[in-house]
């Protein structure tokens, strides 16, 4: 790859979503703005090697996408996918066409931004569909990347992202940032598809790599701007605070090859302690602006108890059942109650662990964890330490059966290992 086609590939990265933020402001259809950003991008290509890297490429990407959004308005081309307010605009004389559209193309604002990132998550789009269109508008990936990032055929990715586009624009979703109740409730669906992605790449749910770095990063770059942009939304700051956080152990929870390595085996001087501070501010200004009993504030405060423990014996484990305790009121699911159960075989012992588990994972209660390689991992745990080591070995088994990801499998199959050598030499 040439300089020139890395520096075209840079800036399309950077710029992207702005670019398609501000034509789809005009043009009301996600899927047109970035079909003309996309012509903007093959105009880069075609000429930037032979003109040379212009000085301010973003701005002449800019220029060359309102070009086209101009004289796509000009033929009527878009005419029928239009809202009508857009469609009268077209009816005005050609000279004021141009100077309406200079006008609205160059006022690139945050908003433009915000209102992009509504749309890529609206309730009206599968989850699936909503974390592919976030990436493919919001993140920049390729196709392809989102397909490698996932593990799952291009060919899967490109149809969600094209029927997530055609609803939008069949359901006729305005290009806007809601308001009042619905800004709330959208937010929502907005935090929890950046949550998605960055836990897709903080424990990959399959394939050969413990963690997916790009994805978190693309998280947590998706979390810093929607803090600039909603600064006055707790959970917002809140979120952010636990991705850092938990993002701060990166080096540390993986080894030489690779390997996964749990909380309390790492190495913490490895933590990038700047990212912790970075944390634990945005958690207090969560906390700050009212929202420290919410979903995404109880978790960072959960994370900002392991940060805080110079070891992991000096671990607040009593504080921590009682933020699950705090989850278990406001969010309860089977994962916090998972999670509380070791956390309590941490803070009591492993024999009231299990019996928190076992409450948990009985058909009557909740046969969502049956299949989930976790429990059975969680259980097979529990029950080494209380030297059980046959009915150990069989929850240890079942969860190497049912995980996806090798490097789990890897790290399950070692603890299988040292627990049989610990139950030889007893």
């Known amino acids: 790859m040439s300089d020139v086609h890395r520096t075209i590939e840079a800036v399309w990265k950077i710029e992207s979503m702005r670019l398609i933020a ?15 950003a996309q012509d903007a991008l093959v105009a880069a290509l075609e000429l930037w090697p032979e003109e040379g890297i212009p000085e301010n490429p973003a701005a002449w990407l800019m220029t060359a996408a309102k070009r086209r959004a ?14 009508e307010e857009v469609a009268r605009e077209l009816q005005v004389r050609q000279q004021r066409l141009g100077d309406a559209m200079d006008h609205a193309l160059d006022q690139v604002i945050d908003d433009d931004v915000l209102r992009l990132i509504f749309t890529a998550c609206h309730p009206a789009l599968a989850v699936e569909g909503r974390v592919a269109l976030t990436l493919r508008l919001i993140g920049g990936l390729t196709t392809a990347e989102i397909a490698r990032a996932f593990l799952v055929p291009e060919k899967t990715i490109g149809q969600r992202i094209f029927r997530a586009k055609k609803t939008l624009s069949e359901a006729h979703v305005p290009f806007e940032t809601p308001r009042g109740d ?12 950046v949550y998605l992605i960055f836990n897709e790449g903080y424990t990959a749910t399959s394939g050969e790599e413990w963690m997916r770095a790009a994805l978190c990063d693309e998280a947590l770059r998706l979390g810093r701007m929607l803090v600039q942009l909603l600064p006055g939304e707790s959970e917002v700051h809140a979120l952010l605070a636990l991705m850092e956080l938990n993002a701060s152990r990166t080096a540390a929870r993986r080894g030489s090859n ?23 501010t945005a958690l ?20 900002a108890c392991h940060m ?15 933020l699950y305790d705090a989850l278990m009121q406001t969010t309860p699911s089977p994962i916090v109650a998972l999670n509380r159960a070791v956390a309590v075989g941490m803070a ?8 928190e588990l076992n409450a948990i994972a009985t058909p009557a209660a909740d046969s969502t964890l049956a299949g989930y390689h976790l429990l059975h991992s969680v259980r097979g745990d529990l029950l080494m330490k209380m030297g059980r080591f046959p009915e150990a070995r069989e929850e240890i088994q079942r969860a190497i059966a049912l995980t996806q990801n090798l490097r ?9 290992k040292q627990m049989e050598k610990a139950a030889r030499s007893t």
């Not at 789990?408 to 299988?416: A, P, Q, V």
């Open 22 to 36: 501000a034509i789809a402001r005009v043009t009301r259809d996600v899927g047109i703005a970035e079909e003309l």
């Open 70 to 83: 101009i004289d796509s308005l000009r033929r009527g081309q878009m005419l029928v996918q239009k809202h």
């Open 182 to 193: 619905e800004l709330r409730h959208r937010v929502k669906s907005v935090l929890s598809v």
């Open 258 to 280: 690779g390997e996964a390595v749990l909380l309390p085996d790492q190495d913490r001087s490895l933590w990038d302690y700047a990212q912790i501070q970075r944390g634990m």
């Open 284 to 303: 207090e200004h969560a906390q700050s602006l009212g929202g420290g009993a919410q979903y995404y504030a109880l978790q960072a405060a959960i994370a």
């Open 308 to 322: 805080r423990a110079r070891t992991a014996e000096k671990t607040d484990w009593e504080r921590i059942v009682l």
């Open 348 to 355: 009591q012992g492993p024999a009231a662990g299990l019996d």
């Open 408 to 416: 789990e499998r890897e790290l399950l199959t070692e603890r299988l």
